[in-house]
């Protein structure tokens, strides 16, 4: 029976049957109704929920341990090789480090906590690190794609303005972008402390989980989704491939002319 709690906590997490209960439901923060969907679940048998099986579970454990040394080891690695080499010290190696930095940070507070929504059949990590596992999960990730639209903005200058690139985009300039963008994804990734949080159910015949989720009640969701999807989405796939394809068409026509 423990094992089918997780699926109710997986499915409120990915927002599957959150959406539907603020639709039709008047629910409360500290006692959400999920009634109809325990009773649900609970009529399945243990032996139906696949991740009680043992074997499942040393599959996933594994597969999960293999990223997390990938993650950790390969990008520390980045970081020490272009802290300690000098001659690895360059703009884009800076841009690189910072992007493996924010690869780091999922692999250390995201990837087992992760796992535990799999293996565990509530949230046990409190309400202070439900609210960090998900800021830190939107910076690394808001953090990435900011920092691959500036990396792929200062290959094309370097390429298609190279005496301009030389005049503006100075190492100091350069840092000070980075340092916006890391300031700019934890502001932007900031309000989780306030929209996310524990919230424990009561599934009946005396069995209780906590979970940790967004209270899309606290927001706009749809705004706020539609933001999401234009600002780190949209916005950087346009402003890649166009700089990606000018630089291409350069590369060709410098090609030909030699």
């Known amino acids: 029976m423990y094992g089918a709690k997780l699926f109710v906590a997986s499915d409120l997490k990915q927002n599957n049957v959150w959406p539907s209960i603020n639709k039709t439901e008047n629910v409360d923060a500290g006692a959400i109704n999920v009634s109809r969907v325990n009773q649900t679940i609970y009529s399945m048998s243990d ?48 841009f690189l480090a910072n992007l493996a930095v924010a690869d780091l940070c999922v692999g250390v507070f995201c990837v087992f906590q992760n796992l535990t929504i799999y293996l565990i059949p509530s949230w046990v990590f409190g ?32 390429i298609i303005h190279p005496i301009t690139c030389k005049q503006i985009l100075t190492s100091t300039r350069l840092r000070l972008v980075i340092l916006g963008v890391w300031i700019t994804s934890a502001v932007y990734s900031a309000p989780k402390f306030i929209w996310v949080e524990t919230i424990t159910n009561d599934l009946g015949e005396g069995h209780m989980e906590t979970i940790c989720i967004s209270h899309r009640r606290k927001y706009n969701s749809e705004l706020f989704d539609m ?32």
Request: hydrophobic fraction near 50%.
């Open 47 to 94: 032996d139906e929920y696949i991740f009680d099986r043992t074997d499942v579970r040393a599959i996933f454990i594994t597969l999960y341990t293999i990223v997390f040394c990938c993650c950790f080891f390969g990008n520390l690695l980045v970081i020490l090789v272009v802290t300690l080499s000098r001659r690895l010290r360059s703009i884009t190696n800076f």
């Open 127 to 158: 309400d202070f690190l439900c609210k960090m596992y998900q800021f830190v999960h939107s910076l690394s990730y808001t953090a990435s794609i900011f920092i691959l639209v500036v990396i792929c903005t200062e290959r094309y200058f370097a």
């Open 227 to 258: 933001v999401n999807f234009g600002l780190l989405y949209v916005t950087p796939l346009c402003v890649m491939t166009v700089s990606k394809n000018i630089i291409s068409v350069f590369g060709i026509i410098f090609a030909h002319a030699q």
